[in-house]
């Protein structure tokens, strides 16, 4: 029997005798024949793997997003949506470069919370691979991201906030050159000025969160005009907030509100436990995947997507 006709028969193509058909679909059972779906992505021209990009800065061993809840439930979500569709999801190192990307053999790759002209969009791009990111690179106008309103989100914290009591409502935002963070300092510095309340910011870093958190509120509530409110934008800030909170002799709520924009275990499990909004990282994960999935199939121009935060309102804010 031609190579060829075994091979129509095992893949359904071809004019081959449907008794051959059966006979040799009997034989492969027998021997136990799996096809090899790397050789058919080569001759198909896709390998059916998607590449993840996490925002992992420095030395991945002590950056802490491989341990935030919220990176692990989008990795796990977005692995979850390409098992659906017959696709395998690696996550990639923090420093590839493109050898080492075109070696890898994916169709395309999802990158998460991209910096300003975000240089591994960059290299996806050069090596001519599909390229979706969640939250926009704020030096790109690609519309080929996933991304919650940050906007609204902020509006939405500061009135409760407000609505708890606050007059004095600090902002403590990461040393980051992420679209949500700058679109969120742009809403809060538009919501303090047009309610006449005074601007109070600060930042932390993110590679070392907890204890930068904790450095930067400290400060803040050693000042003379100290805030009755905290903003805190990210996950990996809220225990170091707390601490300094409790060492500065400042109860939560009864003397700060603390609020949070993104849920996290840390802010679940917090004492007090604090208030923040859901970004949902699992849809965001799908919606992603989807959106990688029909710019590979060489689908339409893609239009951001956006997924509606819930809030979760909690003690720490007097809920």
Known sequence: ????????????????????????????????????????????????????????????????????????????????????????????????????????????????????????????????????????DPGRADTAYVACRTGEITQAILEHLEQQGAQRIALLLPRVEWAWAAETLAAYESWVTERGRPRVVARASMLHGERSAYEATTRLLARRDSPDAIFVLAARFIRGVLRGAEDAGRTVPGSLLIAAGVDSVHAREGHPPVTAWDLHPERQAEEAVEMLLERISGGGAAQPRFVVATPHLRASTGC
């Open 1 to 136: 029997m031609a190579i060829v006709t075994v091979s129509d028969a095992l893949n359904g193509k071809g004019r081959v005798d449907p008794s051959t058909r059966a006979r040799v679909a009997e034989v492969a059972r027998q021997l136990g024949y799996q096809a090899n779906r790397h050789a058919r992505g080569l001759r198909s021209g896709h390998s059916r793997a998607l590449g993840l990009v996490l925002p992992v800065r420095g030395d991945a061993r002590s950056d802490e997003a491989l341990s935030l809840d919220f990176y692990m439930r989008l990795a796990g979500a977005a692995a979850v949506s390409a098992f659906s569709h017959q696709q395998s999801l690696m996550l990639l190192p923090p420093k590839i470069g493109r050898s080492d990307l075109r070696g890898l053999a994916l169709d395309g790759g999802i990158v998460v919370d991209p910096r300003h002209a975000d240089p591994r969009v960059t290299l996806f791009e050069e090596v001519g691979l599909p390229v979706v990111t969640i939250e926009r």
